[in-house]
């Protein structure tokens, strides 16, 4: 069974920082793209970063200069580092995954989506 799982989220104060993993497993994700999402009640879910399989990098404009996404050794892992955390940064991270970085960007056509993890940030 494939699966993408994210962990790291909670809750920190305007100005704090946080770091968010996602783990995949069942499959090789090494040539995979991956990214990450976030969605808040009653919107669509919000692209945030993406990093293509050959180490690509881009930002929503909300979220560059603040937040860094990287990629584990084994590439199965990606982090995002999030500093200078806002209140309008609360919501529940996804992780996302697909052969095509086209598909990871628009997040509606990915192969493989997490569980989330809670991002809570207080004023």
């Known amino acids: 069974q494939v699966r993408l799982v994210e962990s790291g989220g909670g809750l920190v104060q305007s100005g704090g920082s946080l770091r968010l993993s996602c783990v995949g497993s069942g499959r090789t994700f090494e040539r995979d793209s991956m990214g990450w999402f976030r969605q808040v009640p009653g919107k669509e879910r919000e692209f945030v970063a993406g990093?293509?399989?050959?180490?690509?990098?881009e930002y929503s404009r909300p979220t560059k200069g603040r937040f860094t996404i990287s990629r584990g050794d084994t590439r199965n892992t990606i982090y995002l580092q999030m500093n200078a955390l806002k209140p309008e940064d609360s919501a529940v991270y996804y992780c996302?995954?697909?052969?095509?970085?086209?598909?990871?960007?628009?997040?509606?056509?990915?192969?493989?989506w997490g569980q989330g993890t809670q991002v809570t940030v207080s004023s």
């Open positions: 996302v995954a697909d052969h095509l970085y086209a598909n990871v960007r628009n997040g509606k056509t990915a192969a493989y």
């Open positions: 990093l293509s399989w050959h180490e690509i990098s």
